[in-house]
Structure formats: structure tokens, C-alpha cells
């Protein structure tokens, strides 16, 4: 079955870069998701990946594929206070079904 | 990107009471989906739709109902609630666009239930 595994906890100095790591079980995997999570608020899409690339880069965030490796990780460059939040990994299959498995997310805190 | 809208934001209940979680959107998405998320911010599926007078349960068991009468609305009603349901209500949609889009989910505020 389809499992999406990521670290709980990552915590960096402010300015510094952070890296999100997650690892997908399912090679089906045709899109690959990255949310934000902020206190009390709903999932706010940062980024996605389609699986025949490598790389995707948007303004501070590098979303870096390894399709042999089924890992994921998502870059955060010059981490800021305001990229405190919890940060969600998900993958989607394509095809007939609409459904992502999303990690259990992975909680950044950026300390000054 | 999909404006969604959840009411109540939050809601504190005693037990027996029978609630409705409201979630609207703007962008005619056909899918829309409920979410639970438990204390340690995983997600559980509870019910889906992918168009009108369609709806489906998730993979978590619930003793919630839904309806999806028009394209925009999927209410959440809990006929009794229990201390048990306290959890955070997260509402999302999808499009019926092609390529990414089709499989890309939206998300709304989220509704906080205390019940007690």
C-alpha cells in the first residue's frame, strides 16, 4: 500500500536553510505535494512536482526529486520566523484516483 | 487557487447535540473532500464527493454524515455529538481542470470542535 513517511521535528537558526526530507513507498506516485500548515489554519499549497523532473524551484523553496530513491525533500532557503509552521509531504497517484496520501507532517521551528 | 470557506471557525458543544459543519467554494471544483486531524496532525479522510448527489466515506470510520445537493456546499453533520469527535474539521475541493489540477487539493480555515 502507499505509505509516506516524514520526520517529525526540524529545527534551524533563522536565516539559515532548512530541508524537509520525505520518502514515498508507491513508484506510481505522479504528483508530489508540498503544504503549509501555520496555528490554527487550514493546508495552503506551496508546491508541487511532477514526477518526471528532477527539480523545482520557486523563489526561496527547491523541491528536489529522486525517483530511484522515492524520496522527496523540500529546500527553504534564508529560513525566516514566518516558515515556522508544520510542513506536509503528499503524494498522488494520477489516473482514476483523487485521493493524496499526505505524511504525517514535519513540524519546522526557526529560533532566532 | 480555490477560495474555500468553513463555518463555524470554532465551536464548543455539549454532548447529544447535533451539529453541521458548513464548507462552501467559489471555483465550481466537482471533488471535495473531509478531513480529520488528530492532535499529533494527521490527516484521516472521513468523506468525499466528486459531484453532485455523489459522496463516498473515507478511510477513517465516522459517525458523521454529508450531503453534496449543490456543487459548491458539503456540509458535515454530526446527528449526536460526542467527546470523542473533538478534533479539528479540515474541508478541501479539486478541480476538474487537467494535468495537475485534477489532483491537486485546496484547502479551507479548518473548524475547531470542542465537544463537551
Known amino acids: 500500500g502507499e505509505d509516506v513517511e516524514q520526520s517529525l521535528f526540524l529545527s534551524v537558526r533563522e536565516g539559515d536553510s532548512s530541508v524537509i526530507n520525505c520518502t514515498y513507498t508507491?513508484?506510481?506516485?505522479?504528483?508530489l505535494y508540498w503544504y503549509k500548515q501555520e496555528p490554527g489554519a487550514g493546508l495552503q499549497l506551496l508546491t508541487y512536482?511532477?514526477?518526471?523532473?528532477d527539480m523545482k524551484q520557486d523563489q526561496r523553496l527547491t523541491v528536489l526529486l529522486n525517483k530511484k530513491d522515492k524520496h522527496l525533500s523540500l529546500r527553504i532557503a534564508d529560513t525566516q520566523t514566518g516558515d515556522s509552521a508544520i510542513y506536509f509531504c503528499a503524494e498522488s497517484m494520477g489516473g482514476g484516483s483523487y485521493i493524496p496520501t499526505f505524511g504525517r507532517g514535519t513540524s519546522l521551528i526557526v529560533h532566532p | 487557487e480555490a477560495d474555500i470557506y468553513q463555518t463555524p471557525r470554532y465551536l464548543v458543544i455539549g454532548t447529544g447535540k447535533k451539529i453541521t459543519l458548513e464548507c462552501s467554494q467559489t471555483m465550481g471544483h466537482d471533488k471535495m473532500y473531509w478531513y480529520q486531524q488528530d492532535p499529533g496532525m494527521e490527516l484521516h479522510l472521513i468523506h468525499y464527493s466528486y459531484g453532485v448527489n455523489s459522496t463516498e466515506k473515507g478511510d477513517l470510520s465516522s459517525e458523521s454524515t454529508v450531503s453534496r445537493i449543490r456543487t459548491e456546499h458539503f456540509p458535515l453533520t454530526l446527528e449526536s455529538a460526542r467527546p470523542s469527535h473533538t478534533s479539528q474539521y479540515l474541508c478541501?475541493?479539486?478541480?476538474?481542470?487537467?494535468?495537475?489540477?485534477?489532483?491537486?487539493?485546496?484547502f479551507g480555515p479548518g473548524t475547531r470542535l470542542t465537544v463537551l
Open positions: 512536482i511532477f514526477s518526471n523532473m
Open positions: 478541501a475541493s479539486g478541480s476538474a481542470l487537467s494535468g495537475a489540477a485534477r489532483y491537486t487539493q485546496y
Open positions: 508507491d513508484s506510481s506516485s505522479t504528483y
